[in-house]
């Protein structure tokens, strides 16, 4: 049978949408090629919120097609995710030879577009299906693993070096993610993402249980639901919460009533977080929930954007930046030791130095733990792509670097408060940096690197005394 390998760009959604979709090309038979290189079937899950990231997607498709003149007659080459949407049909046009492409929800069909690709066809294209269709894993999933063993048991995987690419299945993880939101409705200016991954639709609950469940089932520990906008879960029209579904909490929002069932039903999942969070979306209950339910970590990716009021109205982010700092207050003041990481976009059209120097004002009245910084890039058919975009590259790149400097030193802030204390970590497995020694990470989700004790495993849950900082790591020892 034929061999894939799955190339990923982009968020955690697409990063779990390519796992899914390994499962299904597993259960239709297919393997896992042991790298791309000798993979007989390759698929470029792909990304649009950033021209770069589409650029990249493309040299790797032309490669790959190419590849075909070179000893790889027959290699079947596949687009999935996000740019499909986004190019449609005219993908064909800029990658011939594609064999097919198919939008961000159509996991279900592309087993069957591999195997017509494997016989010879070519330019398949197949939109995402609307979105009442049910696109989570394969419902066998779990009992194909179970039975199958595709997964490695954590004891034999963990003998392999730290750099070396899992061989016929996923290396074990703990930690894994489940959508529970699909699409967005906000339309911030600047963003593709509602125009190729559809309007916002939550899932039902009892659905997302059963898939936390299979996750668990799997060895999974930390589990990250997942939305562009999770807050909004629940909260679109036509969403009710099930009658018998009862919150011994007394809960009454649909997300904290989610985490709640979740962390009730599923001992297992040791750690519980959601991504990615929006300003409005930090209620009272949310904060509470947070607090409370133990399986529920401190810790909330809050994308700011910008300090400026200015911007962040053009940007159509609903909030101001005392809005935002409120919402920060209150998590701080209701989840102790919380960490607040973010997303900042520089040289939105028409930022100014001033600006810009509001969004390093507000970055450090936030405190930070740590912060993604975007340069500002107009994608098609958006409304902020009718502007100008008249910040320089090189002004851009500026930006990013003073604020990826200022973040160095709050992050080192942040983290030396920790020193001395002793923090539950999850291990995760040999550190990329130095195979001898291991990562895992807390539950602010900062990564901790420690001496491995004899018998450890994915998923362990260690006590490790933190002994150094750095902006990004924390470095300790077991106790
Ligand atoms: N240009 C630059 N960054 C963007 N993001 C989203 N759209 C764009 C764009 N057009 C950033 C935002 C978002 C993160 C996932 O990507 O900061 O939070
Ligand atoms: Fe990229 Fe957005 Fe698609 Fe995620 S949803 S892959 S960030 S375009």
């Known amino acids: 049978m034929a061999s894939f390998s799955i190339h990923t760009y982009g968020c955690q959604m697409n990063v779990r949408d390519s796992d899914v979709l390994a499962r299904r090309l597993r259960m239709a038979g297919y393997t896992d090629a042991p790298d791309e290189e000798s993979a007989d079937v390759v698929l470029v899950n792909s990304c649009s919120v950033r021209e770069k990231a589409e650029e990249k997607a493309l040299g790797k498709l032309g490669m790959l097609c190419a590849s075909r003149r070179n000893g790889r007659p027959g290699l079947v080459v596949g687009l999935t995710g996000c740019m499909a949407n986004r190019l449609a049909e005219g993908v064909f046009a800029v990658v011939p030879g594609l064999s097919f492409s198919a939008g961000p929800r159509a ?24 979105p009442q269709a049910h696109d989570g894993p394969p419902a066998t999933s779990t009992s194909t693993t179970t039975t199958g063993r595709n997964i490695p048991e954590p004891a034999t995987a963990n003998q392999a070096p730290a750099n070396q690419a899992p061989a016929a299945a996923p290396a074990p993880h703990p930690s894994s993610f489940v959508t529970i939101l699909y699409g967005c409705n906000q339309r911030c200016s600047y963003c593709i993402v509602p125009d190729v991954r559809g309007r916002e639709e939550s899932r039902d609950p009892r659905e997302i249980l059963e898939e936390v469940r299979a996750e668990a089932a799997l060895g999974v520990r930390d589990v990250c639901l997942l939305g562009q906008s999770v807050m909004r879960y629940g909260r679109g029209g036509g969403f009710r919460w099930p009658d018998d579904i009862p919150s011994p909490g007394g809960y009454t929002e649909p997300l904290p009533r989610l985490l709640e069932l979740v962390a009730r039903e599923v001992p297992q999942v040791l750690r519980l977080r959601f991504t990615s969070g929006h300003p409005l979306g930090v209620t009272p209950e949310l904060v509470r929930a947070m607090r409370e339910i133990p399986a529920v970590c401190p810790h909330l990716h809050l994308p700011m954007q910008s300090g400026s009021d200015r911007i962040l109205r053009e940007m159509r982010r609903g909030y101001d930046s005392a809005r935002y700092l409120e919402a920060v207050r209150l998590l701080r003041e209701g989840v102790p030791d919380i960490a607040i990481t973010t997303d900042i976009i520089v040289g939105y059209p028409g930022e100014t130095e001033e600006d810009f120097e509001r969004t390093r004002e507000v970055m450090e009245r936030a405190g930070f733990d740590n912060a993604f910084v975007f340069k500002y890039s107009p994608r ?11 910040v320089s590259d090189a002004e851009k790149r500026r930006r990013d670097q003073v604020l990826l400097a200022d973040q160095d030193a709050r992050g080192q802030r942040a983290n030396d408060r920790w020193v001395g204390r002793t923090v539950e970590v999850l291990a995760e497995g040999p550190s990329l940096r130095n195979a001898s020694r291991w990562s895992g990470r807390t539950g602010q989700n900062k990564i901790v690197v420690f001496e491995p004790p004899p018998r450890v495993a994915s998923g362990d849950l260690l006590r490790v005394r933190i002994e150094a900082a750095h902006p990004q790591t924390l470095f300790g020892v077991v106790v």
């Open 380 to 390: 098609p058919g958006t409304p902020s792509a009718a502007l100008e975009d008249d």
């Open 107 to 130: 996991g279900a069909g592309i087993p069957a577009l591999v195997a017509r690709a494997l016989a010879g066809e070519r330019g398949m294209w197949l939109p995402g299906p609307p």
